[in-house]
Antibody
């Protein structure tokens, strides 16, 4: 049974770097039909895609965060990680890790969607 | 970047009634690359619908999705008490995902 567990500091000072790790419990991190992503949600607000990574290390980032974000993967530990530099109060959010799976629609089209999510962790940026 | 606008912002209904939620895109969503998620307080989002009209695993058939191009709809045929939540649409295009701002079903 898959579990995704986020871990890392819950409080980060302004201008510093936010670092989170997501552990994939069932060893599926190297499965070819999966990517692994991060989505965030400021308290009381909507969802924002941050980026995602393939087990090979190929990454895709939100254009609005691209200059500050990096996602990496460690298949030996079944983990992938998020780093966000130069944080400000606007980076305060619940950060979710999620699995991006290849799914086939009723019309036979293959598409990727975030079908399994971690419980999320609130990271607060404050001095 | 494709902007998704959901309406209404808040939908007030009673159990047993039907619900219709709208998601309008600023540009055509290619290949109907659109999903709907349900989020309850204190929980992560749950995938309901993908490819605009395909139900995800374990999702009851009272949930259905439709639409194409720029206009998409999530329909809940008979509301159950557990359906009261916030619903988000999401699209994927040009290597990036965007979400709508959400509809609260109360």
């Amino acid at each position: 049974q898959l579990q995704l567990q986020e871990s890392g500091p819950r409080l980060v000072k302004p201008s510093e770097t936010l670092s989170l790790t997501c552990t994939v419990s069932d060893g599926s991190i190297s499965t070819t039909s999966y990517f692994w992503g991060w989505i965030r949600q400021p308290p009381g607000k909507g969802l924002e895609w941050v980026g995602h990574i393939y087990y090979s290390g190929t990454t895709y980032y939100s254009p609005s965060l691209q200059s500050r974000v990096s996602i990496s993967v460690d298949t030996s530990k079944s983990q992938f990680s998020l780093r966000l530099t130069s944080v400000t109060a606007t980076d305060t959010a619940i950060y979710y890790c999620a699995r991006r799976s290849l799914m086939t629609t009723v019309t036979g089209t293959a598409q990727y969607y975030f079908d399994f999510w971690g419980q999320g962790t609130l990271v607060t940026v404050s001095s | 970047e494709i902007v998704l606008t959901q309406s209404p912002g808040i939908l007030s209904l009673s159990p047993g009634e039907g619900a219709t939620l709208s998601c309008r895109a600023s540009q055509s969503v290619r290949s109907n690359y659109l999903a709907w998620y349900q989020q309850k307080p204190g929980q992560a989002p749950r995938l309901l619908i993908y490819g605009a009209s395909s139900r995800a695993t374990g999702i009851p058939d009272r949930f259905s999705g439709s639409g194409s191009g720029t206009d998409f709809t999530l329909t809940i045929s008979r509301l159950e008490p557990e359906d009261f939540a916030v619903y988000y649409c999401q699209q994927y295009g040009r290597s990036l995902y965007t979400f709508g701002q959400g509809t609260k079903l109360e």
